[in-house]
């Protein structure tokens, strides 16, 4: 028999646009001891939750909660709780992340129209509007901040084009909850999914999301209906059915209301790494939070400037959490992400589709953005460019990021030294 050793993680410096570290306190509030689902204390951390959450996405609706599994989860379970067969879904894509809403849609039964552009780029609103009224979908879907393209969207034109034309709005804040004001109530926004595993600073495993009454209304609509079915059969032989049992937010929504009926058995420790990161956000708060994933930005990209590097994509519309780097000539990008990785243990994203191979991605989320992470991560890249024969201008690009951080301090966060 072979006796196996202790598993040991090496430590890491995770600059990439999720997974990123973990808050310290998440990982120690993680491995509390296990509560039964419905024992009072345990649902008495569910409400603290709910509470919570909806401070950190700044909504005043009442359902905030999370559904188990990666962002991808909150997603299917939004969308597939909403689209029935037959519905029209307006999806304007600016990366790859609108092509998984695509993908999903389609799933559960979807009409989709896309509209695209040009990867680097964000649509003018006008374009998506008028497809709107043109079009008159049920669902208009939409990533806010897409990581494969490092590029944010603004929303709230289209949010109150949405409203104005009776489309429901449902949005993939995955890569910018916390990181970046996002302001679902004020945007119009019906239905909102974000991640732990992003500027959270908790590590992958739910999918906290929020809807207001105009969701959960088409959500009960379709649970009554079902009900009916089963009392008298459905003479169009119509299946209007949400299509997941584990995903049916009708089904969730009343295992996170006071009724508590029974549905999973609720990942425990994940909701304590919740309820933590959480408390965490609140405390640092909200606007110091975004001026921390500012400031941290600010350094980043001048330090990639001063190397001599160039950035990709439409400056206006850059996410502060997620800075592209177009690999320059000659460079063979996995070689010096490889070498990061083993000579310094940090890891930098790579890219998809037709960026592959192309640019790197370098994100600023949550417990990751931080200093001494963003100095070490540019003295560290600056050496393995030289080291594998690329001109970089040698001695600047912490120098810098040091100006950046020497004209308006950072605010450390707490437990890190320095
Ligand atoms: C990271 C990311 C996701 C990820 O989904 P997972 O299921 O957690 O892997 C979804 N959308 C966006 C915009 C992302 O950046």
């Not at 008495?44 to 959450?53: A, F, G, K, P, Y």
């Not at 709107?132 to 939409?142: D, E, G, L, N, S």
């Not at 302001?183 to 739910?206: A, F, H, M, N, V």
Request: charged share 25%; with cysteine.
């Amino acid at each position: 028999m072979i006796r196996q050793k202790p598993l040991h993680v090496a430590p890491r410096t995770i600059m990439t646009p999720g997974p990123v570290e973990a808050e310290p306190s998440v990982l120690k509030a993680m491995s509390s001891t296990v509560l039964g689902q419905f024992d009072p204390d345990f649902t008495s951390v569910m409400n603290e939750v709910m509470v919570m959450l909806r401070d950190v996405l700044q909504t005043g609706n009442h359902w905030a909660y999370p559904v188990d599994g990666t962002s991808r989860a909150g997603i299917e379970a939004m969308l597939g709780s909403v689209i029935e067969e037959g519905d029209r879904v307006l999806i304007p894509a600016f990366g790859r992340f609108g092509f998984l809403l695509k993908e999903i849609c389609e799933r559960v039964g979807g009409d989709v129209k896309m509209l695209t552009c040009e990867w680097g780029e964000v649509f003018e609103p006008s374009e998506i509007i008028g497809e709107i009224q043109a079009w008159q979908p049920k669902v208009v879907a939409m990533v806010h901040g897409d990581t494969s393209t490092g590029r944010v969207h603004p929303l709230k034109e289209i949010g109150e084009a949405c409203r104005s034309n009776d489309a429901l709005f449902i949005v993939d804040a995955v890569a910018t909850v916390a990181g970046m004001d996002v302001r679902p109530d004020e945007w119009c926004i019906d239905g909102l999914i974000t991640g732990t595993q992003k500027c959270l600073s908790i590590p992958s495993g739910l999918a906290p999301l929020t809807y207001n009454d105009r969701i959960e209304a088409v959500i009960q609509e379709r649970k009554s209906v079902e009900a009916g079915i089963a009392a008298a059969g459905d003479p169009s032989g119509h299946d209007r059915r949400i299509r997941s049992n584990y995903l049916d937010l009708s089904q969730l929504q009343d295992y996170w209301s006071p009724k508590r009926l029974n549905h999973h058995t609720e990942a425990t420790a994940m909701i304590y790494g919740l309820h933590e990161g959480l408390r965490v956000i609140l405390e640092e708060t909200l606007e110091a939070r975004f001026e921390r994933h500012r400031l941290n930005e600010q350094a980043l990209t001048a330090g990639i400037r001063a190397m001599g590097l160039e950035l990709f994509g439409d400056p206006d519309a850059k996410l502060t959490t997620v800075t592209c780097i177009r690999i320059p000539e000659g460079t063979d990008g996995e070689a010096v992400r490889r070498q990061l990785l083993d000579d310094y243990g940090i890891e930098i994203a790579s890219s998809f589709g037709p960026l592959h191979g192309k640019i790197w991605r370098i994100g600023t989320m949550g417990y990751s953005c931080q200093k001494r992470n963003v100095l070490i991560t540019l003295n560290a890249l600056e050496s393995v460019l030289t080291h594998q024969g690329c001109k970089v201008h040698k001695g600047t690009a912490a120098q810098a990021a040091l100006e950046v951080y020497h004209q308006k301090k950072a605010p450390e966060i707490t437990g890190i030294p320095g």
